[in-house]
């Protein structure tokens, strides 16, 4: 049974730093891409990076470039997103998910305000 639990959303300050994890079980991390998404209230989910299986390749959304890393550590099963000049604009649920699939996590919740 696949499960991607998210954690270490909160309330920071603009400019301000996160990092959220990801941790993935049931299914064979090593071999498959992942994704981040965010949600905002009132607009559709937005894919923000993806790094592929190997970790070779990383791939982000143009609004994040230059502030957001994705990672993985594939010995732990765990994908992060380390999110730095945080933005209000920014605030929103986030989700990992594996890409293509209908599998997502219950999504952490990020709010940057002062």
């Known amino acids: 049974q696949v499960q991607l639990v998210e954690s270490g959303g909160g309330l920071v300050q603009p400019g301000g730093s996160l990092r959220l994890s990801c941790a993935a079980s049931?299914?064979?991390?090593?071999?498959?891409?992942m994704s981040w998404y965010r949600q905002a209230p009132g607009k559709e989910r937005e894919l923000v990076a993806t790094?592929?299986?190997?970790?070779?390749?990383?791939t982000y959304a143009d609004s994040v470039k230059g502030r957001f890393t994705i990672s993985r550590d594939n010995a732990k099963n765990t994908v992060y997103l380390h999110m730095n000049n945080l933005k209000p604009e920014d605030t929103a649920v986030y989700y990992c998910?594996?890409?293509?699939?209908?599998?997502w996590g219950q999504g952490t919740q990020v709010t940057v305000s002062s």
């Open positions: 998910s594996i890409p293509y699939s209908d599998y």
């Open positions: 049931g299914f064979t991390f090593s071999s498959y891409a």
């Open positions: 790094i592929t299986s190997a970790g070779g390749r990383l």
